[in-house]
């Protein structure tokens, strides 16, 4: 199973970027995939996730600025990312919840970079 992450880069404040997910295989063997994002020296914090069923679970921090949606024809998984702020500047992971099938194992694609810098 592997996870393909895209569309990270330098934006300015206020601005918006989408990350890309690609599974390499079909989401719906996942019980959840979402994001999550690191700094330098802190821990690996959730950003958002999207359950099989269509729930979401956001950070309270990113609440009303970022939006996960899936493509399940294309078994890619979105991160909408709008007004951003220099605190987003993060490396951001995609994640998988791996389903029965799976084992129930976790799985992280490579980080992404996006930096919120004037």
């Known amino acids: 199973v592997q996870l393909q992450a895209s569309g990270g880069g330098l934006v300015q404040p206020g601005g918006s970027l989408r990350l890309s997910c690609a599974a390499s295989?079909?989401?719906?063997?996942?019980?959840?995939m979402g994001w999550y994002r690191q700094t330098p020296g802190k821990q690996r914090e959730l950003v958002g996730t999207l359950t099989i069923g269509g729930s979401t679970n956001y950070a309270d921090s990113v609440k009303g600025r970022f939006t996960i949606s899936r493509d399940n024809a294309k078994n890619m998984v979105d991160l909408q990312m709008n007004d951003l702020k220099p605190e987003d500047t993060a490396v951001y992971y995609c994640?998988?919840?791996?389903?029965?099938?799976?084992?129930?194992?976790?799985?992280w694609g490579k980080g992404t970079l996006v930096t919120v810098s004037s």
């Open positions: 295989i079909s989401i719906f063997s996942f019980l959840s």
């Open positions: 994640y998988a919840k791996g389903g029965a099938s799976l084992g129930l194992l976790d799985y």
